[in-house]
């Protein structure tokens, strides 16, 4: 089973930045990549970036240039830097574990707000 919590959030302003950080612990050994989704009041949660164990990483288009993916593997920590902040951005914010078994994204945290306001 792995693990996650993550920390970061709360309230910005647009334009303005945010940073979420997202530990991971339990079997670590089966995680093939680290994500980021959210979910935003009466809509359906979508991915926003991802990173894989070889650093490859992938952005929505409505985060890409606003938004950075990264990860620091000894800790495994991975963390979203929110630049330019847009009141669309306000979601709840999920950090998720893939499984080299699976292949999905099996395992998740427990979700950290995320509200911009203008």
């Known amino acids: 089973q792995v693990h996650l919590v993550e920390s970061g959030g709360g309230l910005g302003q647009a334009g303005g930045s945010l940073g979420l950080s997202c530990a991971a612990s339990?079997?670590?050994?089966?995680?093939?990549?680290l994500g980021w989704y959210r979910q935003a009041p009466g809509k359906e949660r979508e991915v926003v970036a991802l990173i894989t164990n070889d650093g490859s990483t992938n952005y929505a288009d409505s985060v890409k240039g606003r938004f950075t993916i990264s990860r620091d593997g000894a800790k495994n920590t991975v963390f979203l830097h929110m630049n330019s902040l847009r009141r669309e951005d306000t979601a709840v914010y999920y950090c998720?574990?893939?499984?080299?078994?699976?292949?999905?994204?099996?395992?998740w945290g427990q979700g950290t707000q995320v509200t911009v306001s203008s």
């Open positions: 339990g079997t670590i050994f089966r995680v093939k990549a």
């Open positions: 998720a574990a893939a499984d080299y078994r699976t292949g999905t994204f099996d395992y």
